[in-house]
């Protein structure tokens, strides 16, 4: 299957070494002295003193931890030891993402914020149709940002460096794993329904918007986004060695043009609501793309199908 990358979205760091000094030495001998006299050591306290526990991120600031959603973009919080990292990956298309990988060296519990002062690593990632990384830029490792937690449960990201995430309020998403459609599923429910969009008649265009609106359902409905990944993608794979070589190269002849219907869709609804309305379904595409968990179930799905036949999803 020619596959097409979505979205998958490295991390990394900047650490400073410190310089060593040499001390010179001296054509001098050195003097004599008397031979120390040997004296009993005093008895040791067999107890252990407590080591002092290290400097880091509180455990108040764990209510940033997990998945947070607005349009495209998507920030993971996870805590590694006693500090916090954060990963904001945000898809300028299906083959194109930003990264942005900060690492937290404050806390302010009365906003509350978490800041990275200095360490904030960008990187614009493309990926090729084999679904590997084609290109990786790197913009910048000394990135400056925060985060902060609002009273009303949302999230905003203030990128200092360059203004990204200005204006822009994330949503908490509850990650909860699920199960994952069936092999009948996939067959029945994804792969021929784009694969049934007739090509080059005049109702093809509200054909393929008809067939969007299912398929976005279809990763809502099962809640993609939190499925177990290894049995997704052992029953897509399943499902697509079932149908025949005609109904896998239908499939791949539409799959393109409904993801970037999606994708379009999400970035920009306003723009792109005509053709949904023609085919009588923009309502419940509405819902749809403004809803942040039915976003990362579409951006979950669209991953694994275009790496389906690579055994490491990568």
């Known amino acids: 299957m020619k596959k097409l990358i979505g979205i998958i979205l490295a991390?990394?760091?900047?650490?400073?070494?410190?310089?060593?000094?040499?001390s010179g030495g001296?054509?001098?001998?050195?003097?004599?002295?008397?031979?120390?006299?040997?004296?009993?050591?005093?008895?040791?306290?067999?107890?252990?003193?407590?080591?002092?526990q290290a400097e880091g991120i509180p455990a108040e600031a764990d209510a940033f931890l997990g998945t947070w959603v607005c349009g495209r973009a998507t920030i993971t919080f996870?805590?590694?030891?006693?500090?916090?990292?954060?990963?904001?990956?945000w898809?300028?298309?299906?083959?194109?993402?930003?990264?942005?990988?900060?690492?937290?060296?404050?806390?302010?519990?009365?906003?509350?914020?978490?800041?990275?002062?200095?360490?904030g690593l960008l990187t614009h990632l493309t990926y090729g149709e084999d679904g590997e990384?084609?290109?990786?830029?790197?913009?910048?490792?000394?990135?400056?940002?925060?985060?902060?937690?609002?009273?009303?449960?949302?999230?905003?990201?203030?990128?200092?460096?360059?203004?990204?995430?200005?204006d822009m309020v994330f949503e908490y998403v509850e990650i909860v794993e699920t199960g994952a459609p069936t092999e009948q599923e996939f067959v029945d429910e994804l792969f021929r329904v784009i694969g049934e969009?007739?090509?080059g008649t005049a109702g093809s265009s509200l054909a393929a918007?008809?067939?969007?609106?299912?398929?976005?359902?279809?990763?809502?409905?099962?809640?993609?986004?939190?499925?177990?990944?290894?049995?997704?993608?052992?029953?897509?794979l399943a499902a697509w060695e079932s149908m025949t070589p005609e109904e896998q190269s239908a499939f791949d002849s539409n799959l393109m043009n409904v993801v970037h219907m999606l994708d379009d869709s999400i970035s920009d609804w306003g723009a792109n609501t005509?053709?949904?309305?023609?085919?009588?379904?923009?309502?419940?595409?509405?819902?749809?793309?403004?809803d942040p968990a039915a976003q990362e179930a579409w951006r979950t799905l669209v991953a694994n199908i275009m790496t389906m036949g690579n055994s490491d999803g990568q």
């Not at 050591?41 to 080591?51: K, S």
């Not at 898809?91 to 360490?119: K, M, Q, R």
Request: aromatic share 6%; net charge negative.
């Open 274 to 290: 005509g053709v949904f309305e023609d085919a009588g379904v923009a309502e419940a595409m509405s819902s749809l793309v403004n």
């Open 78 to 89: 996870v805590r590694e030891d006693l500090g916090i990292k954060a990963t904001v990956r």
């Open 133 to 166: 990384i084609a290109e990786s830029e790197e913009i910048y490792s000394d990135g400056h940002a925060e985060f902060i937690l609002n009273e009303d449960g949302t999230l905003l990201w203030n990128d200092k460096t360059e203004n990204a995430g200005e």
């Open 197 to 199: 969009i007739p090509q």
């Open 209 to 236: 918007a008809q067939a969007a609106e299912e398929v976005l359902q279809f990763a809502a409905d099962h809640d993609l986004a939190n499925a177990d990944i290894d049995t997704l993608r052992a029953n897509m």
């Open 91 to 119: 898809a300028g298309s299906a083959a194109e993402v930003a990264e942005w990988n900060y690492a937290f060296d404050e806390y302010v519990p009365e906003v509350p914020a978490l800041i990275d002062h200095s360490t």
């Open 11 to 22: 991390a990394a760091m900047v650490f400073s070494l410190a310089a060593c000094s040499s």
């Open 26 to 52: 001296s054509d001098q001998a050195a003097p004599e002295t008397e031979a120390p006299v040997e004296t009993e050591a005093p008895a040791q306290d067999e107890t252990v003193p407590a080591e002092p």
